[in-house]
């Protein structure tokens, strides 16, 4: 089953991707539409998540997290695995592997990158994020990072076709008010770029007629 899926999304992935066409879906009215190049944000940090795929009761399904609250500007958001590149990092790919391993405990090594979705800049935290898509052959025994990742959100890719999960969430700033599309997935609203790249994934699963 997940062999069958992953080669249908290979193929997918190594033509051109869908990006600002399926951004826009879940793009905030705030944020910019266009192709995100890291050189035209040369102060930005650069972070890696995985969008990580795996067999579960006879479907396919991909790993959130839900982030712990603290200061910062993604306190208590659902997120994909992943984080801010090291020095140390060979490259990007390494770096949303080594992140997906020390947040949620799947082992860098079980997973098989199979490419990457379009790349994404986030405003509030100035932070460009490069996404990859990895496979395991199993259902995973999570060990989350409590410091990193309050709990794990287990999602059925099939659930991102369903168009009742689509909705609108009031985003409220200091500096700015604003009406945000949204995934409600699981009792949580998922929106801004975990959102941005998740409709990205979502129109190339329409593609693949699962």
């Not at 069958?4 to 705030?30: C, D, K, N, W």
């Not at 712990?68 to 997120?79: C, K, N, R």
């Not at 309050?150 to 500096?175: F, G, H, M, Q």
């Amino acid at each position: 089953m997940i062999k069958g899926f992953s080669h249908r999304l290979y193929q997918l992935l190594t033509i051109e991707l869908p990006g600002v066409v399926a951004h826009r879906v879940m793009a905030p009215v705030t944020r910019p539409l266009k192709a995100f190049d890291l050189t035209d944000y040369p102060d930005a940090k650069v972070a890696a998540v995985m969008i990580l795929l795996y067999p579960k009761q006879d479907t396919v399904y991909l790993a959130l997290i839900k982030r712990p609250d603290y200061g910062g500007v993604h306190s208590g958001q659902v997120s994909f695995p992943g984080g801010k590149s090291e020095d140390s990092d060979t490259d990007y790919q390494f770096t949303a592997l080594r992140e997906t391993e020390e947040e949620i405990g799947v082992k860098a090594s079980l997973i098989q990158v199979i490419g990457q979705l379009s790349n994404v800049y986030i405003p509030p935290s100035n932070f460009f994020v490069f996404p990859f898509v990895g496979l395991l052959d199993h259902s995973p025994q999570f060990l989350p990072d409590v410091n990193e990742v309050e709990y794990i959100i287990e999602v059925p890719v099939n659930l991102l076709l369903d168009p009742a999960i689509k909705s609108t969430v009031k985003i409220n700033r200091p500096e700015v008010s604003f009406d945000a599309p949204c995934y409600l997935i699981n009792g949580h609203t998922v929106w801004g770029a975990t959102a941005i790249i998740l409709s990205e994934f979502e129109f190339l699963l329409k593609q693949m007629d699962i």
